[in-house]
């Protein structure tokens, strides 16, 4: 028996009709992309390579997940910004936004 994930902590959801959780895609591989809009190096070499495994297998084996991540600029960062992002890297697997640290469940 494999440990089981605990669920992502996150403030909401784009790409997706509604909150997704770890448990509703057991029986999948999840790939977790964690990326900041700000990374060079996410924008360059990792949304390409996760929207890559998005096209190359069947949404019922693999779920592709984003996972936007603050660590710098918080106040640029929002929720705005990153719909504009998303859009504009044409970003079409459901991206969660982290919840800042010290922030608890609602």
Not at 1 to 8: D, G, N
Not at 15 to 35: D, E, M, T, W, Y
Not at 61 to 86: I, K, P, Q, T, Y
Request: charged share 15%; hydrophobic share 50%; glycine share 4%.
């Amino acid at each position: 028996m494999y440990p089981v994930a605990p669920e992502l902590q996150v403030e909401s959801w784009l790409n997706a009709a509604l909150p997704l959780s770890l448990a509703q895609l057991r029986g999948k591989v999840v790939v977790i992309h964690a990326f900041q809009m700000l990374c060079p190096g996410c924008v360059s070499h990792g949304i390409p390579q996760a929207r890559t495994i998005r096209a190359t297998f069947a949404e019922q084996d693999v779920a592709v997940l984003g996972l936007h991540s603050v660590f710098e600029h918080h106040a640029v960062m929002n929720r705005a910004a990153l719909e504009a992002f998303v859009q504009e890297y044409r970003i079409d697997f459901p991206v969660a936004i982290d919840r800042p640290s010290g922030d608890e469940p609602a």
